[in-house]
């Protein structure tokens, strides 16, 4: 027997209903509970305002606000409530609460109720919001008195057939839930909270319950901006991303030939190194070359300004402006600490979505750290890879280093795991000068070079140099121009001892022929005497 599936309505909220696996009970009642500026309205704005779009007429009841502010605050996230109020698919309800049962503390929801059945007939309607119920609450001031009219009220709108939001603020911000006991009453129980952590706001929900079905269990960041809430969840237990496609060249040839052909599609590449070894030059390298052939690129920055990268580029003779006025290269950039990784993340989500780049390269996760914590920055890190392997996006990631690092330290942040290629950029010092190396580490579905290389970052770009090894390792810089020379001068010494050795050969075979031709000249002579006798 096929197990049964619960009936589900979508929220409109593209990451909830993944989270809830389809969206809320269909004709149950659900909870959103969270402290002040958690998001409660608006998410239930979203509900009533997603099916009035699709032709499912809902009804918003508020204890708190005044019908025109909703309109008004609907209207900032692009929402024309009145437009469906017209067209009878939406039904404000503003103080349900009639003034003198306020004034008399005979406080009963009889009028409610009949308000709610009335306007349920009128419309046809699917959905109800109940905002701020918590009100009530604060006028009973009854524990009994509350579950009651509870009761009372979702058994009304269960009649109607409704499928029901509640959101009740929290009396303690710890607290997962304040009305225990409306937690055995509804279907869905969600929790929304507001943190500051490192002077950094962050929201995260989480789904406490939710009978008859499966839900994703972890804590999710979501944002609210001009769109409403967002949530990007990672709750599929399948991993879909695209399988590593074709060689893409890294825009260096030489470099191509260390990593066995180059960088490949879909993959995860992972630069690391410390300041000034050149990770934005081979990033931007690799930017030039991908806009060349008309591919879309998005840069994302935490460390530089546009102007500033671009125009530091131009020293190491990379102009990115031709690829940026032909539409190919997309610059976004921003201070890590000026939002929560969840806004970041819907930002870069968004900005993927709409430019649809093949290829991304942040710079630098060093710097997501600054979004809050060390799991926010892998949270943000770990989302955004995800949805770019989904999607066949290939990563660059650039990472500063403190100093040297094991290959599970180069990433910093804990994803070297999800990291297809990695290359580690160093700086040498020897014979009074720094110079650079790198070595490419791992690189998934590529025979690639293990040798550490030398490379110079010129007028011209990048050049790497090839690989020379003396007193068993690799040398740089003057250390190997020294052991060059000496090299040459001990090659040359060989030569003219080769050369002298060659003389003297020589001389010894011009006078064996001499020997022989002197032999041979007596040996005619004595021949002509015998004649002569």
């Known amino acids: 027997m096929k197990p049964f599936q619960l009936p589900k309505i979508k929220t409109g909220i593209k990451g909830l209903d993944e989270i809830l696996a389809g969206g809320l009970p269909l004709k149950r009642t659900s909870i959103v509970s969270g402290g002040p500026g958690c998001g409660k309205t608006v998410m239930g704005l979203q509900f009533i305002y997603h099916g009035a779009k699709n032709n499912e007429p809902g009804i918003y009841i508020t204890f708190e606000e005044k019908k025109s502010a909703l309109r008004q605050n609907a209207l900032t996230?692009?929402?024309?409530?009145?437009?469906?109020?017209?067209?009878?698919?939406?039904?404000?309800?503003?103080?349900?609460?009639?003034?003198?049962?306020?004034?008399?503390g005979e406080i009963n929801?009889?009028?409610?109720?009949?308000?709610i059945a009335?306007?349920?007939?009128?419309?046809n309607a699917c959905r109800i919001v109940v905002d701020a119920l918590d009100v009530l609450f604060y006028l009973l001031n009854d524990t009994d008195r509350e579950r009651q009219e509870v009761i009372q009220l979702q058994k009304t709108m269960d009649f109607c057939g409704l499928s029901s939001l509640i959101t009740t603020k929290t009396k303690d911000e710890n607290a997962f839930y304040s009305y225990g006991f409306m937690d055995s009453m509804v279907d869905c129980v969600i929790h929304l909270d507001q943190r500051v952590v490192n002077q950094v706001t962050t929201r995260r929900l989480r789904v406490?319950?939710?009978?008859?079905?499966?839900?994703?269990?972890?804590?999710?960041?979501?944002?609210?901006?001009?769109?409403?809430?967002?949530?990007i969840p990672v709750s599929t237990l399948d991993l879909r991303h695209k399988p590593l496609g074709e060689y893409v060249s890294s825009?260096?040839?030489?470099?191509?030939?260390?990593?066995?052909?180059?960088?490949?599609?879909a993959s995860s590449v992972l630069i690391a190194g410390v300041?000034?070894?050149g990770k934005t030059s081979l990033a931007a390298t690799f930017s030039r070359g991908i806009c060349s052939r008309e591919e879309r690129l998005l840069y994302i920055s935490f460390e530089e300004s546009r102007e500033a990268m671009m125009n530091n580029m131009l020293s190491p003779g990379i102009d990115l402006k031709p690829a940026m006025e032909n539409g190919f290269f997309k610059y976004m950039s921003g201070l890590p600490e000026s939002m929560g990784?969840?806004?970041?993340?819907?930002?870069?989500?968004?900005?993927?979505?709409?430019?649809?780049?093949?290829?991304?390269?942040?710079?630098?996760?060093?710097?997501?750290?600054?979004?809050?914590?060390?799991?926010?920055?892998?949270?943000?890190?770990?989302?955004l890879l995800n949805l770019s392997k989904e999607r066949g996006i290939t990563c660059i990631l650039l990472n500063q280093t403190i100093g040297p690092s094991t290959i599970q330290e180069l990433s910093g942040i804990e994803i070297s795991s999800i990291i297809d290629t990695v290359l580690s950029l160093h700086m040498t010092e020897e014979t009074g000068e720094i110079n650079r190396t790198m070595v490419c580490l791992k690189s998934r579905g590529s025979r690639h070079s293990n040798q550490y290389r030398e490379y110079q970052i010129t007028d011209n770009g990048i050049c790497l140099m090839p690989v020379y090894i003396g007193d068993g390792r690799v040398l740089t810089g003057t250390a190997r121009k020294i052991l060059e020379e000496k090299e040459a001068d001990q090659a040359l010494k060989i030569e003219l001892e080769i050369e002298e050795k060659e003389r003297e050969l020589e001389k010894l075979r011009q006078t064996r022929k001499n020997l022989k031709h002197n032999r041979m000249a007596r040996a005619t002579m004595r021949g002509g005497l015998k004649n002569d006798t």
């Open 251 to 265: 825009g260096q040839t030489d470099l191509d030939e260390v990593l066995g052909g180059g960088y490949r599609r």
């Open 77 to 104: 996230l692009g929402w024309d409530l009145a437009a469906l109020e017209e067209e009878g698919k939406i039904i404000l309800l503003d103080n349900p609460l009639a003034a003198e049962v306020i004034r008399t």
């Open 341 to 383: 990784a969840e806004e970041h993340l819907v930002r870069a989500f968004k900005n993927i979505t709409a430019f649809k780049p093949a290829h991304l390269v942040i710079d630098a996760i060093s710097a997501c750290r600054r979004m809050g914590t060390e799991k926010a920055a892998f949270d943000y890190l770990v989302r």
């Open 109 to 115: 929801l009889d009028g409610l109720r009949a308000a």
């Open 118 to 123: 009335a306007a349920a007939k009128k419309i």
């Open 208 to 231: 406490k319950k939710y009978r008859g079905s499966g839900f994703g269990k972890n804590e999710y960041p979501y944002t609210i901006d001009v769109r409403g809430v967002h949530i």
């Open 275 to 277: 300041t000034g070894t």
